[in-house]
């Protein structure tokens, strides 16, 4: 706090100690400056704002489809990969694709549906529950939330 001054004067301090003059309120009466190194505190706002997207995380939406004729092994891939995105705190959908004569069988598509819900039950909640559409083909399609 050096009190109220001429502007030359503040130029003059600020330049003998290799610093620079910087108006803080320009709308006080009168107006506030301060000296300081205006280089050093903005590389300090852009590495502040830096580190802050660093550490935000996006969530986005990921796909695994199934099929009703899957192996076991497969699925079991299938989910365990649904449960890296779950830690990783992404929203899954999960669509089970029905082609051909397999349109006619909906409840056991339907059936896998279901499994996969109850085997995640531990690591999600659902968002939306599970709903068909298409023509050509058939998608049932569920929205999970991780917990």
């Keep these: 706090m050096m009190g109220i001054m001429p502007t030359k004067e503040a130029i003059r301090i600020a330049r003998t100690q290799d610093l620079d003059l910087v108006e803080i309120s320009p709308n006080s009466e009168p107006p506030v ?65 029905l082609r051909g004569r397999e349109i006619l069988h909906k409840d056991l598509g339907m059936a896998v549906i279901r499994r996969v819900i109850e085997d995640l039950k531990p690591f999600a909640t659902i968002e939306s529950n599970p709903r068909t559409f298409g023509e050509g083909r058939l998608f049932i399609q569920v929205m999970f939330l991780p917990k």
């Design 33 to 97: 400056c301060g000296i300081m190194n205006l280089g050093k505190y903005l590389y300090e706002l852009k590495s502040k704002a830096k580190e802050l997207k660093k550490k935000q995380h996006t969530t986005s939406v990921r796909e695994i489809r199934f099929r009703m004729k899957i192996s076991e092994n497969d699925y079991q891939v299938k989910l365990n990969k649904i449960k890296e995105f779950l830690t990783d705190r992404d929203r899954v959908r999960v669509s089970l694709v």
